[in-house]
């Protein structure tokens, strides 16, 4: 199984911050990673709708011989990891677990704010998880949805977002968190931002750092880590893989030479 | 046939302001609208993507016995019109012919703009219907993405979203045009902001009003309309009902007693 690659997906870009972390930690690992941009977003989607579409992209990177699968949206993770780990024959991480354990770990004064959609907010997953670590956490949920549109629309740095920014942060300042997780994956695109306007004593925590030490951890202690040899992505979107190739490009600040389509059917 | 209802859909609520004006001209037809929230939103979608969710949708619509299909969706009248007119056995209208026609009658110095989704501005649809009545028009298209989830965040009126309707104004008002078509079902609900931006010499053209008499005109000519009695609504979606049933509440101001679930099959 050493040879083989990790999967990866999320509903559209926002996983690429994720792929970024995990190639950043396991240079030598090839990946497939999978954009379902047919079905982006997921932030509004039923719990239901979100467990199918999940399980039917596990299905087809388990076709493609994944030794692990890991889904890099938080929507995702909410609301179908126990299902997916239930299904699918390798072992499946979301990034609820680490964003909890990495904020659990940040804060002083147990006050968490959680950014994330609507559907990983409604899901109260972050709150279920933070409360299996720790009793003393109080979290503070706020969705955010504007936040993914104008990252996907290349907004981050326009004043505009600075005003929706402020407008999402206002009630968590009045709470005096010092801890906010970033629970979706396009987040972490505004954290320059984000940072200015929670100011310098609160720890803005990004999910996939953490997410990338477990897999690694995972990896190293059941002896299917790839040790040598140069790493690789493939990537696979559901709809429009010229539209996904010319924006992936610019997340990852580097040329992709092809992007597959592969409809889902569910 | 003329007790039979109309088929109007969208990919989620933007529709509801088409419907508003079909409910106003024809006060006793029923309606059956469907928004396909599983699937919203199409602006970015590929044109293939596009067709099977329309076409998936108008064979549920004549599985109801409508006697007319209104597409509310640009994007879909934009990509998918001709394949659903060759393939229903009802006839159907889209909503980019009225926006054009309106858009022809009301400029004066033949500089039009059109703000819409990156699907409706790729397809160049408007700009075919506009050259098919007039050859002397030049049209303006500006992608303006943001609105659709600035609209259903039921962020009008913050001034984030003036800044942001003022950057994709910004272009077109230097080009000096003097109609501007609100080429996506949501925008009608910027008006007021957009008629303070492009200012009074400039005229907004919603292609609901004009839709509506067209399809006013059709059930006259082939005696089609019901004369009297109290018109009705059924509500059904792809996805999430209670979700549908709060928003579109607000955007209708009335009370809705129920949205029904139906799954495409595509």
């Known amino acids: 199984m050493k040879e083989h690659p990790i999967g990866i997906f999320d509903s559209g870009l926002g996983g690429l911050t994720v792929l970024k972390a995990l190639r950043k930690a396991l240079p030598h690992e090839h990946f497939i990673y999978f954009g379902d941009s047919a079905n982006v ?3 509004a989607k039923s719990k239901q709708t979100v467990t199918k579409l999940s399980c039917a992209i596990a299905a087809f990177l388990q076709e493609q011989g994944v030794k692990l699968i890991v889904v ?3 929507t995702a993770s909410a609301q179908a990891l126990p299902t997916l780990q239930k299904q699918c024959r390798v072992p499946v991480l979301g990034v609820i677990e680490p964003g909890a354990q990495k904020a659990v770990a940040m804060t002083r004064n147990h006050k968490i704010a959680l950014l994330g959609t609507e559907g990983t907010v409604r899901s109260r997953a972050y709150e279920k998880a933070i409360s299996r ?6 979290v503070f ?3 955010a949805p504007l936040f ?5 629309e290349n907004f981050a740095r326009q004043p505009a977002t600075r005003l929706i920014a402020q407008h ?3 009630t968590l300042l009045r709470k005096k968190i010092d801890t906010v997780i970033l629970g979706c994956t396009h987040y972490p695109v505004l954290k320059p931002l984000l940072a200015e306007i929670f100011g310098p004593s609160v720890h803005l925590v990004d999910p996939s750092d953490t997410l990338a030490a477990q897999v690694k951890s995972y990896l190293s202690t059941f002896h299917q880590a790839r040790a040598i040899g140069k790493g690789s992505v493939r990537f ?3 709809d429009d893989p010229t539209r996904f190739k010319r924006l992936a490009q610019q997340v990852l600040r580097a040329p992709i030479t092809r992007v597959y389509l592969k409809k889902l059917s569910v």
Chains 1, 2 share one sequence.
């Open 148 to 152: 993914v549109p104008l990252v996907e």
């Open 41 to 43: 977003p997921y932030g």
């Open 141 to 143: 949920p706020q969705a």
């Open 133 to 138: 670590l720790s009793k003393k956490e109080k």
């Open 236 to 238: 696979y979107v559901s």
């Open 72 to 74: 890099a949206c938080n």
């Open 168 to 170: 999402y942060a206002a």
